[in-house]
C-alpha cells in the first residue's frame, strides 16, 4: 500500500506560489533594515509556496561582517503582515530550541511597491527530500532523523508551539551532513494554552506533529509521500495510523512498530515525547546490518 497524504494548507492553495513568481530581487542587489543592516543578494537558493531563499552577505550598521545567510523573502499585502509577524514571533520563541535553524534578523521593508519580510537564517544545505531523492536511508539514520524531530518537538511542546508542516523539505543538513535541522516555521501557531486545559485536549493540539513523524519515518525508507491533515479527530489520527503500520509491515520497517504502537497508545491519552524517543530508539534491537545504506563517498558522516 502506498501512503499517500494531502499536506499543503488552505492557506498555501489561497497565495500566489512564491516559486511560481520571477525572482523578487537580483544578484548583487543590496537590501537595507530600517536599523542599518545590509544584505547583499547572492545566488537564489530555493523557493516555496511562501518564499524567495538567496544566498547573502550579512554586515551589520557598524560594519561587522555577519557572513554569508539564507535570506527568506516572503511578500504580503499592505496592511496584512499578520502571518508573516506570526512567523516572526514564532522564529523568536524558538531561538532556545536545539536543531531550529537560526534566525539572525528579520525586518520588513517596501520594494518596487511590494511589501516583503526578510528573514536572514543561518545558511544550510541539502534538505532530506533531495537526500531521499532516488534512495532511502539505512535504518539507524532513520532513527536518527525521527529521534532528533521528535527532540525538537517535545521543546516546542514546552514552548506551546505546534508546528503543523513536517515533511522532508523541512529537514536541512549542514555541509558535512553532522547535524540536521528543522526550518519554516510558516505553518506554525501557539497552542491556545487556556482552551486545552485537559490532557486530552492538549494531546489533540499536538497529535498532528506526533503522527507526522511516522509518517516522516515512513518517507524515509519508502517512496510514500507524506502528507496529512492536521484538522482531525483523535480516532481519525488513531485511523491514520493504522495505514502507517500496514505500511511499516509492507515496506520491511518493523523496527519503527513499537513507536507506533506507543504513538497511537498515546494519541489516547498523555502525549509525551520523550516516551516517544524511547520507543524509537527500542527498535534499534530490529536492526539488520544488511539493510541498505546510502553511504558513498558524496554521503559521508551523518547518515554514517
Ligand atoms: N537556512 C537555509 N539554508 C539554505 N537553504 C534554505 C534555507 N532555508 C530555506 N532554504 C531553501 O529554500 C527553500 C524554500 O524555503 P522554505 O521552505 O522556508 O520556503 P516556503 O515558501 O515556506 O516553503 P514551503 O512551500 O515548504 O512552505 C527550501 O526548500 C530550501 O531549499
Do not use: W
Request: contains cysteine; hydrophobic residues 40%.
Amino acid at each position: 500500500m502506498k501512503v499517500v497524504y494531502v499536506f499543503r494548507k488552505l492557506r498555501k492553495l489561497c497565495t500566489m506560489n512564491a516559486s511560481d513568481q520571477d525572482d523578487y530581487v537580483r544578484r548583487g542587489q543590496i537590501l537595507l533594515s530600517g536599523s542599518g543592516s545590509k544584505f547583499e543578494i547572492g545566488e537564489k537558493l530555493g523557493s516555496g509556496a511562501f518564499g524567495q531563499v538567496y544566498q547573502s552577505r550579512y554586515t551589520k550598521k557598524n560594519g561587522t561582517e555577519e557572513g554569508i545567510v539564507a535570506v527568506k523573502l516572503v511578500k504580503y499585502e499592505e496592511g496584512e503582515d499578520a502571518d508573516v509577524q506570526r512567523e516572526r514571533e514564532i522564529l523568536n520563541l524558538c531561538a532556545p530550541v536545539e536543531n531550529v535553524i537560526t534566525l539572525k534578523k528579520a525586518f520588513t521593508f517596501i520594494l518596487d511597491e511590494q511589501h516583503f519580510m526578510l528573514f536572514a537564517f543561518e545558511k544550510y544545505g541539502l534538505s532530506l527530500e533531495s537526500m531521499l531523492k532516488d534512495r532511502i536511508i539505512n535504518v539507524p539514520n532513520t532513527l536518527k532523523v525521527g529521534y532528533i524531530v521528535l527532540g525538537i518537538f517535545e521543546h516546542l511542546q514546552k514552548l506551546g508551539i505546534v508546528f503543523r508542516d513536517l515533511h522532508p523539505g523541512q529537514l536541512l543538513f549542514c555541509s558535512d551532513l553532522v547535524h540536521m535541522k528543522l526550518t519554516d516555521f510558516g505553518m506554525a501557531q501557539q497552542a491556545k494554552r487556556n482552551k486545552n486545559t485537559t490532557k486530552e485536549a492538549n494531546t489533540y493540539v499536538y497529535a498532528f506533529d506526533a503522527a507526522s513523524v511516522a509518517f516522516l519515518l515512513v518517507c524515509c525508507r519508502t517512496d510514500a509521500k507524506v502528507m496529512d491533515k492536521p484538522e482531525l479527530t483523535t480516532s481519525a489520527f488513531v485511523n491514520e495510523l493504522r495505514g502507517v503500520k500496514d505500511t511499516l509491515l509492507q515496506n520491511n520497517m518493523m523496527f519503527a512498530y513499537e513507536f507506533v504502537d506507543e504513538l497511537t497508545r498515546q494519541m489516547r491519552g498523555n502525549l509525551s515525547y520523550a516516551k516517544l524517543q524511547r520507543a524509537l530508539s527500542a527498535g534499534l534491537v530490529t536492526f539488520d546490518p544488511d539493510d541498505k545504506f546510502i553511504l558513498t563517498d558524496s554521503v559521508p558522516s551523518m547518515l554514517a
